[in-house]
């Protein structure tokens, strides 16, 4: 069916206007009852966030969310261009994506009275509906809502013109979503026309009244600390965002596991099969859960998803390098190849105290943990006595980040009881065995039961 191009063509089909709040939450109330997920990709906040966002738009409520660095905030917010229609129709020619049949700036309306029925009509595509912006001290009222233009004013138009006004990003955003990120860092009194566009929805440019009835759906983000305790927002701004959701980290490791291969930057194989054990995936999230919980790091900012997702990223780099250099075809990152992590961590975390090599030691510690946790989950017991036994006997196994995977097999030769905890792990091929073992020997001598010598980057595994 064509597209109607004129406001007559649009009246005849039978179009009516809707809020754009209205529109959310239409489309909403579809996609709940098809049983479709509100925001595809986003995990862990199924039993928490997701359900208040609904709420808030079936409640017709604008939306501020609430939480530290990483935790999928703004992503949430352009997620919710998804529930906009796919197009919407505008009076063609109109910055602030008139409505046909109600125009509220100066442009629209001198359209309508000129050409009537006859008036173009565009349609907007809804990615087009999303603005969004990065609060800064430095941001005025001109970049959010308009300033006169002293070039109209040049060209012959009085100074009360509204013709003669430059609109800002909300005003062209009419009829869509606006997110404001970092909500406290606007200045107060940019807080103030904020509030009057959310309260009133109009605008006041110069003092002028220029009454620009806006329909938007605000969603903004801030940190909890700023938002609750430093005073920097305005009292009566918090009071118009109809919900305050409060975001959070994954609170289960198979949620940080999945955002973690979900987000990872990935190439082609060249060639190059990887397969990363389960038990390392499990360590690398490990690592940032113990990393929230810290007390040597700053838990003020928060330690974010992104730092899994680089420091997985950084891990099986490691491992690639290593079989380039090696010419392995198979690759599998090992215990070993933690000591990559460090730059992906350091300056994502905010240390307590400041010391020489204190993000290093923090983090090898931090690592050393999230090994013996995994380990301990992954073998009971009396499981790996027999391994302890063969190290009594006089076995002694090298490692290294640069060593060839058919060492290790060579090292462990036929000492059945490492074959079969290498196989409990997934072990299938000469890499694999070589990660497993490395596993097993580095939370055997975690857990105390094996000694552990290093010499020029080489660890040696002995009995004690």
């Known amino acids: 069916m064509a597209k109607a191009r004129t406001i007559k063509e649009l009246r005849d089909s039978g179009?009516?206007?809707?809020?754009?709040?209205?529109?959310?939450?239409?489309n909403l109330i579809a996609r709940l009852r098809d049983g479709?997920?509100?925001?595809?990709?986003?995990?862990?906040?199924?039993?928490?966030?997701?359900?208040?966002?609904?709420?808030?738009?079936l409640s017709g409520q604008d939306i501020v969310f609430l939480g530290e660095r990483g935790q999928a905030k703004t992503r949430m917010a352009r997620l919710l261009v998804g529930l906009l229609d796919e197009e919407v129709p505008a009076l063609d020619g109109c910055e602030t994506n008139d409505d046909p049949f109600a125009p509220i700036s100066a442009t629209g309306r001198a359209l309508l009275a000129d050409k009537g029925d006859a008036a173009p009509v565009t349609w907007i595509p809804r990615d087009r509906r999303y603005g969004e912006k990065l609060a800064t001290p430095d941001i005025t009222i001109a970049d959010l809502i308009g300033e006169v233009d002293p070039i109209k004013v040049a060209e012959g138009?009085?100074?009360?013109?509204?013709?003669?006004?430059?609109?800002?990003?909300?005003?062209?955003?009419?009829?869509?979503?606006?997110?404001?990120?970092e909500l406290p860092d606007l200045a107060e009194r940019i807080q103030v026309g904020l509030l009057n566009i959310m309260e009133e929805r109009d605008v006041q440019i110069r003092g002028y009244k220029v009454r620009l009835a806006l329909d938007l759906f605000v969603v903004a983000s801030a940190n909890p600390e700023d938002y609750t305790n430093r005073g920097r927002i305005i009292t009566p701004l918090k009071d118009r965002f109809g919900s305050q959701i409060?975001?959070?980290?994954?609170?289960?490791?198979?949620?940080?596991?999945?955002?973690?291969?979900?987000?990872?930057?990935?190439?082609?194989?060249?060639?190059f099969a990887l397969r990363a054990p389960e038990y390392m995936k499990q360590v690398v999230a490990e690592l940032t859960h113990l990393a929230r919980k810290s007390a040597e790091i700053s838990q003020r900012s928060g330690v974010s998803v992104r730092v899994t997702i680089c420091n997985y990223e950084n891990l099986l780099s490691n491992a690639l390098k290593r079989a380039i250099r090696l010419s392995e075809k198979q690759v599998a990152p090992r215990v070993s190849d933690l000591s990559a992590i460090v730059a992906s961590t350091s300056g994502k975390i905010e240390l307590e105290t400041v010391?020489?090599?204190?993000?290093?030691k923090v983090l090898s510690k931090l690592a050393q943990r999230a090994v013996l946790n995994v380990f301990n989950r992954s073998f009971t017991g009396g499981e790996l006595d027999e391994v302890v036994s063969a190290f009594q006997g006089g076995l002694r196994v090298e490692a290294s980040d640069e060593m060839p995977?058919?060492?290790?097999?060579?090292?462990i030769g036929e000492i059945r009881p490492l074959h079969a905890a290498a196989k409990k792990l997934g072990a299938a091929d000469p890499p694999g065995v070589a990660s497993a073992v490395e596993f097993v020997l580095e939370g055997l001598h975690l857990s105390r039961k094996l000694n552990k010598d290093i010499h020029a980057g080489r660890f040696r595994y002995r009995g004690q």
């Open 15 to 26: 179009y009516s206007t809707k809020s754009v709040k209205q529109e959310l939450r239409d």
């Open 36 to 57: 479709k997920p509100l925001f595809p990709g986003i995990i862990g906040y199924e039993d928490s966030v997701l359900p208040q966002i609904e709420n808030a738009i």
């Open 157 to 181: 138009r009085y100074l009360s013109d509204e013709l003669t006004i430059h609109y800002g990003l909300l005003p062209r955003t009419n009829r869509g979503v606006f997110a404001i990120n």
């Open 246 to 271: 409060r975001t959070h980290y994954p609170r289960r490791l198979e949620d940080e596991i999945a955002i973690m291969e979900a987000e990872r930057t990935q190439f082609p194989t060249d060639g």
């Open 355 to 360: 010391g020489d090599a204190g993000e290093e």
């Open 405 to 411: 995977s058919a060492d290790y097999v060579r090292q």
